[in-house]
């Protein structure tokens, strides 16, 4: 994760370019609206207003949310080898939406000296290095070189319970498709829609989430590891651990999207197989975003005890596991008593 100094180092960048447009707006607003030396003569107030009100805005909003939705970055990100990922679709490039949204809510920092230090102590203050204008566009800033899953445990290590990661409240609107939850003797509908699982996502996450079973786990992953999921739910299920298959949970005739949705939120953890196909898996991806939006802790197993396929992680996932140690599965047995010992840890988050 990219720490809060070397933001604010790229900021500075960022307003120096800002003060240059700046400058460059007021001169034909200078033009259409000469001052007058004369006091008999008072100037025109809407030149005031358009130069030292609307410039600006449109400087510091127009600069951060064109290069947000064009380059994915600012000047002064580039310049310190910082990224943006929205966390909802994995893209350095934000949608308009999000892009405006952010450069709004961080110019309400720069509305006064006071707001940019409580911006700045929230920022450093969370285990995300999210500031609130991250939180309200749901993305995160990381360094574009970051190595974070590259250093997996083993089941026998001793490393601490992942934890997920904060990106706000807003209820998500990346729906789930049941594909990364089935085995292939279990598909879902064809016809399951992302537009039908967005709605189902929204009118779950409005619904009680509370789970009903202590430390269920819900099992993310790809069709092709259905078979490895369900060796290792019932390793886990072994150690005392409840555990969630939509292909073995899901009742005949539910609502495929809805069900998956409802076991996300209510599960005590979210535990995603990485393999090489899950990771490139929009499935999956929803599944951990939706895990990640209401604060479900994310515990990442490679299936891969070499891990070498996540030398290059995609941005979204190098986000998504910056706060994670990744367990390198052996077994399936060895795999489930190191999951139960972390969650059952005493200091378990």
């Known amino acids: 994760m990219a720490s809060t100094a070397i933001r604010v180092a790229g900021y500075v960048i960022d307003v120096i370019v800002i ?17 007058s030396s004369d006091p008999q003569v008072q100037s025109n107030p809407l030149g005031g207003v358009l130069g030292l009100v609307v410039a600006p805005t449109v400087a510091f909003l127009g600069y951060f949310t064109l290069f947000y939705r064009f380059r994915g970055r600012s000047l002064g990100m580039m310049a310190f080898g910082l990224c943006l990922v929205h966390i909802p679709t994995g893209s350095q490039r934000l949608p308009w939406g999000a892009a405006l949204l952010r450069s709004i809510v961080l110019a ?8 940019v230090f409580v911006w700045l102590i929230i920022t450093a203050a969370s285990k995300t290095k999210q500031g609130p ?3 309200a566009a749901r993305t995160g800033v990381l360094r574009s070189r970051s190595a974070v899953a590259a250093q997996p445990v083993t089941a026998s290590s001793q490393a601490t319970t992942a934890h997920g990661v904060d990106s706000g409240a807003v209820p998500s609107a990346a729906g789930v498709d049941p594909a990364s939850s089935q085995s292939p003797a279990a598909a879902p509908p064809p016809s399951e829609s992302p537009s039908i699982v967005a709605a189902a996502a929204e009118t779950v996450a409005a619904s009680d989430p509370e789970p009903t079973t202590p430390d269920v786990i ?19 299920e072994a150690q005392g651990v409840g555990t969630w ?3 073995r949970d899901v009742a005949v005739g539910a609502n495929y999207a809805a069900e998956i949705v409802r076991a996300v939120t209510s599960a005590q953890y ?6 090489p196909a899950s990771i490139e898996s929009p499935h999956v991806r929803r599944e951990v975003s939706i895990a990640i939006d209401r604060k479900v802790p994310v515990l990442p197993v490679s299936t891969d005890a070499t891990g070498q396929f996540m030398a290059e992680l995609p941005v979204d996932w190098t986000y998504w596991l910056s706060l994670a140690q990744v367990l390198r599965m052996s077994d399936e047995e060895s795999t489930a008593k190191e999951i139960a010992r972390r969650i059952n840890a005493p200091d378990r988050g």
């Open 270 to 275: 979210l535990l995603v197989l990485l393999s």
């Open 108 to 115: 309400a920092s720069f509305a006064c000296g006071v707001t």
């Open 218 to 236: 819900f099992i993310s992953h790809a069709t092709q590891d259905g078979e490895l999921a369900l060796r290792l739910s019932e390793a886990l």
């Open 133 to 135: 204008h991250d939180l």
């Open 245 to 247: 298959l939509a292909s």
């Open 19 to 35: 003060a240059f447009i700046w400058f460059l707006l007021i001169i034909p607003i200078a033009i259409a609206f000469p001052g």
